[in-house]
């Protein structure tokens, strides 16, 4: 079990695990008893009551975590997600005994993106210091890595050191290898597949682990092509086991891609009539898609706000005791769980009083333990008003990314000095910006949570205004320019409109959006929901409300619409422009007079501000600006600009502001901006 850091620092060095696991049950167990362990974290709000869905139980079932991003310690600000990992180890135990009180299975499924977009990852010393112990605390059956555990040769690692070994043969990878320096080759992160027969059912299990085909890893890493791996030797003698009830496809893979529909056409191809469930990841979306009558596909959203169940019935099988069971067609049913203890109560029928565990109780002290030690609640700033990255119009008072557009960038770039010390324009892709920022406390995590990215900025000096603007007209507009630079499914922070596989994949990729664009209509429920048309015994809340291949009943919680806007791939900044006239030099309602603090390196010019919400008449448009841009993205700012005839190499880029990261510059800017009084 998880251990606090005081204990940790005592223990002998020759001291072994199991000592350490003991001294630990110990310690906590009387500290449980001398006093109360709250289940959600300290200052979490309070879930509010909604009708609710059951779940759909049967002889297979499964729960799927996906894209967690570090977020263990469950949404602070949001009531419908606001149950920790600890409430999820206590759900996942008593689910576990219902099951087998049924006389039926439940396997844990978890699909990658474990690591990055959280304070409690990105601000410890090394990153992840905590969430692997937190994570391993779930009793997870089968599991795979993401992109995110690739990016750096650190995250990889810590994988294939500490993550892989935990979980002893439940974590698959049938598709990445990873450098092991000892043997001097490259060697699967993981095992490829795994066999096993579940222990009440008898279910005879085939399982594979996916990652999409990414390209962004860090080169101590491969990720060999899915539809490679499907033609290897292992694969092939895999999906050709005839002692095999139902082959279980868990990735880091969205479920409407040409990945999991070569997989999917792979196994079919030899094992037409066998079932086949897929677990993914990646888009960060609630869904569900049926692929043929005796095949699904569940993706579970992002950052532990939901906890998916998918249950499969009338499975062919010998079954424990040898006897046959015969079914013509399975039967498949999926529900959507929001992350939060109402729900978790009515799903296992316990209480305030019995449903904290004594397991899931010592993981939530422990990540309160591991928030207060790296400070993540100390105060920046207080947001004066909800900012929304999709659920407000660009650009509009209510948008995120009209604040940055209109005063945080212009703020960046008055601050800094540059050697020209005239016009400037910044780019930043909005795929920068992971979150909302919600009215009130914006903390050291919230920092994380905006903009988890560690790149800064970097310049090129003097270039022709007029290519720059058509520059942004070829970025928002995806033009094929920009096709070599794609992947099938793109890495954040790349922009959130990048290829996708096909029209439906497409709709699923923008990471910004928590919920689909059109939300469904509440129709005519079950009365025993709670819910009739026109009349109910709660005052619906806005939610996710899905619409996917099972229809518009996946949610367990019953939710109004909210409405999506688009927002552009790309905005940009300028500063220091010439004004227009007198009369229109001061700013719109949305910008501002204040920056940041004059430093050492910096200067502030008398100029007046404009932004591209406001461009200057053509007539005072600056013949070159400094073109300042996310270092990330630098590769469609070269590939743009010598489209338009203006040829750059990578040596003519300089870096802006000695390196610092946009994350860094942005809490600077709320700590100078903001006030500290939240009440």
Same mark, same amino acid.
């Given at each position: 079990?998880?251990?606090?850091?005081?204990?940790?620092?005592?223990?002998?060095?020759?001291?072994?695990?199991?000592?350490?696991?003991?001294?630990?049950?110990?310690?906590?167990?009387?500290?449980?008893?001398?006093?109360?362990?709250?289940?959600?974290?300290?200052?979490?709000?309070?879930?509010?009551?909604?009708?609710?869905?059951?779940?759909?139980?049967?002889?297979?079932?499964?729960?799927?975590?996906?894209?967690?991003?570090?977020?263990?310690?469950?949404?602070?600000?949001?009531?419908?997600?606001?149950?920790?990992?600890?409430?999820?180890?206590?759900?996942?135990?008593?689910?576990?005994?219902?099951?087998?009180?049924?006389?039926?299975?439940?396997?844990?499924?978890?699909?990658?993106?474990?690591?990055?977009?959280?304070?409690?990852?990105?601000?410890?010393?090394?990153?992840?210091?905590?969430?692997?112990?937190?994570?391993?605390?779930?009793?997870?059956?089968?599991?795979?890595?993401?992109?995110?555990?690739?990016?750096?040769?650190?995250t990889a690692e810590e994988e294939y050191f500490v993550t892989v070994p935990n979980f002893k043969g439940r974590y698959l990878s049938s598709n990445v290898d990873i450098y092991n320096e000892r043997r001097a080759s490259f060697v699967p992160l993981a095992p490829r597949f795994r066999k096993f027969t579940t222990p009440n059912q008898g279910i005879r299990i085939s399982a594979f682990g996916f990652l999409f085909n990414f390209k962004g890893n860090y080169n101590n890493t491969v990720?060999?092509?899915?539809?490679?791996?499907?033609?290897?030797?292992?694969?092939?003698?895999?999906?050709?086991?005839?002692?095999?009830?139902?082959?279980?496809?868990?990735?880091?893979?969205?479920?409407?891609?040409?990945?999991?529909?070569?997989?999917?056409?792979?196994?079919?191809?030899?094992?037409?009539?066998?079932?086949?469930?897929?677990?993914?990841?990646?888009?960060?979306?609630?869904?569900?898609?049926?692929?043929?009558?005796?095949?699904?596909?569940?993706?579970?959203?992002?950052?532990?706000?939901?906890?998916?169940?998918?249950?499969?019935?009338?499975?062919?099988?010998?079954?424990?005791?040898?006897?046959?069971?015969?079914?013509?067609?399975?039967?498949?049913?999926?529900?959507?769980?929001?992350?939060?203890?109402?729900?978790?109560?009515?799903?296992?029928?316990?209480?305030?009083?019995?449903?904290?565990?004594?397991?899931?109780?010592?993981?939530?002290?422990?990540?309160?333990?591991?928030?207060?030690?790296?400070?993540?609640?100390?105060?920046?700033?207080?947001?004066?008003?909800?900012?929304?990255?999709?659920?407000?119009?660009?650009?509009?008072?209510?948008?995120?990314?009209?604040?940055?557009?209109?005063?945080?960038?212009?703020?960046?770039?008055?601050?800094?000095?540059?050697?020209?010390?005239?016009?400037?324009?910044?780019?930043?892709?909005?795929?920068?910006?992971?979150?909302?920022?919600?009215?009130?406390?914006?903390?050291?995590?919230?920092?994380?949570?905006?903009?988890?990215?560690?790149?800064?900025?970097?310049?090129?000096?003097?270039?022709?205004?007029?290519?720059?603007?058509?520059?942004?007209?070829?970025?928002?507009?995806?033009?094929?320019?920009?096709?070599?630079?794609?992947?099938?499914?793109?890495?954040?922070?790349?922009?959130?409109?990048?290829?996708?596989?096909?029209?439906?994949?497409?709709?699923?990729?923008?990471?910004?959006?928590?919920?689909?664009?059109?939300?469904?209509?509440?129709?005519?429920?079950?009365?025993?929901?709670?819910?009739?048309?026109?009349?109910?015994?709660?005052?619906?809340?806005?939610?996710?409300?899905?619409?996917?291949?099972?229809?518009?009943?996946?949610?367990?919680?019953?939710?109004?619409?909210?409405?999506?806007?688009?927002?552009?791939?790309?905005?940009?900044?300028?500063?220091? &422009? $010439?004004?227009? *006239?007198? +009369?229109?030099? %001061? /700013?719109?309602? =949305?910008?501002?007079?204040?920056? &940041? $603090?004059?430093? *050492?390196? +910096?200067?502030? %010019? /008398?100029?007046? =501000?404009?932004?591209?919400?406001?461009?200057?008449?053509?007539?005072?448009?600056?013949?070159?600006?400094?073109?300042?841009?996310?270092?990330?993205?630098?590769?469609?700012?070269?590939?743009?600009?010598?489209?338009?005839?203006?040829?750059?190499?990578?040596?003519?880029?300089?870096?802006?502001?000695?390196?610092?990261?946009?994350?860094?510059?942005?809490?600077?800017?709320?700590?100078?901006?903001?006030?500290?009084?939240?009440?």
């Amino acid at each position: 079990m998880v251990l606090s850091r005081g204990i940790v620092s005592h223990l002998p060095a020759h001291a072994t695990y199991m000592s350490y696991n003991m001294l630990c049950r110990v310690i906590l167990s009387v500290a449980l008893a001398l006093q109360s362990v709250q289940a959600v974290q300290p200052g979490a709000p309070e879930p509010i009551a909604a009708p609710l869905r059951d779940l759909p139980w049967n002889q297979l079932n499964f729960l799927h975590t996906t894209d967690i991003h570090g977020w263990h310690a469950g949404h602070l600000q949001e009531p419908f997600y606001s149950a920790d990992w600890g409430d999820y180890v206590s759900l996942a135990q008593h689910l576990r005994d219902q099951a087998n009180e049924r006389g039926v299975d439940l396997l844990l499924i978890d699909t990658g993106d474990r690591v990055e977009g959280n304070g409690l990852y990105d601000a410890s010393d090394p990153e992840g210091k905590y969430t692997s112990e937190i994570f391993k605390q779930q009793d997870i059956d089968v599991l795979c890595s993401g992109n995110h555990e690739l990016y750096k040769k650190h995250t990889a690692e810590e994988e294939y050191f500490v993550t892989v070994p935990n979980f002893k043969g439940r974590y698959l990878s049938s598709n990445v290898d990873i450098y092991n320096e000892r043997r001097a080759s490259f060697v699967p992160l993981a095992p490829r597949f795994r066999k096993f027969t579940t222990p009440n059912q008898g279910i005879r299990i085939s399982a594979f682990g996916f990652l999409f085909n990414f390209k962004g890893n860090y080169n101590n890493t491969v990720v060999q092509p899915v539809e490679e791996t499907i033609q290897e030797e292992w694969f092939q003698e895999a999906i050709r086991d005839r002692e095999v009830d139902l082959f279980l496809v868990v990735g880091h893979v969205a479920i409407r891609s040409p990945e999991y529909r070569a997989i999917h056409a792979a196994i079919r191809r030899v094992r037409w009539d066998t079932p086949i469930q897929f677990f993914g990841g990646h888009s960060h979306i609630r869904d569900y898609a049926v692929y043929d009558s005796k095949s699904t596909a569940l993706e579970s959203g992002r950052y532990l706000e939901t906890i998916g169940f998918m249950s499969v019935g009338e499975i062919y099988t010998s079954g424990k005791d040898g006897s046959a069971s015969v079914s013509a067609a399975p039967s498949f049913a999926r529900r959507y769980i929001d992350n939060n203890l109402l729900s978790f109560h009515h799903h296992t029928g316990m209480n305030s009083s019995t449903f904290p565990t004594a397991a899931g109780q010592e993981v939530s002290r422990y990540i309160a333990d591991a928030r207060r030690t790296l400070k993540l609640d100390d105060l920046i700033g207080c947001a004066p008003q909800d900012y929304w990255l999709s659920r407000a119009e660009f650009p509009s008072n209510q948008s995120i990314l009209s604040l940055l557009q209109e005063r945080i960038l212009p703020s960046i770039v008055r601050r800094v000095k540059r050697s020209s010390g005239g016009p400037a324009q910044m780019i930043i892709n909005t795929g920068t910006i992971r979150f909302d920022i919600f009215k009130g406390p914006f903390t050291a995590d919230t920092a994380y949570i905006v903009s988890p990215f560690t790149g800064g900025f970097k310049y090129l000096r003097g270039v022709p205004y007029e290519k720059t603007k058509h520059l942004m007209t070829l970025l928002n507009n995806q033009h094929p320019v920009f096709e070599s630079l794609r992947e099938p499914e793109a890495p954040q922070p790349q922009p959130q409109s990048a290829s996708s596989a096909d029209t439906a994949a497409q709709e699923h990729m923008s990471y910004q959006s928590q919920h689909r664009r059109h939300g469904q209509e509440i129709l005519g429920q079950d009365p025993s929901y709670g819910v009739s048309r026109g009349e109910s015994e709660f005052e619906l809340q806005p939610g996710y409300t899905t619409r996917d291949d099972g229809g518009d009943d996946g949610d367990d919680t019953i939710h109004l619409p909210i409405e999506f806007h688009s927002i552009p791939d790309f905005i940009d900044a300028n500063a220091f &422009f $010439p004004a227009r *006239s007198s +009369s229109s030099s %001061s /700013s719109s309602s =949305l910008s501002s007079s204040s920056s &940041f $603090p004059v430093s *050492s390196d +910096s200067t502030v %010019s /008398s100029d007046t =501000l404009t932004t591209t919400a406001e461009h200057a008449d053509a007539k005072h448009d600056p013949d070159t600006v400094d073109l300042i841009f996310l270092d990330f993205i630098q590769p469609w700012i070269i590939l743009g600009l010598t489209f338009l005839g203006q040829e750059y190499e990578t040596d003519d880029v300089q870096v802006y502001a000695n390196g610092q990261s946009f994350t860094s510059m942005l809490e600077r800017w709320i700590r100078e901006n903001w006030d500290l009084d939240c009440a």
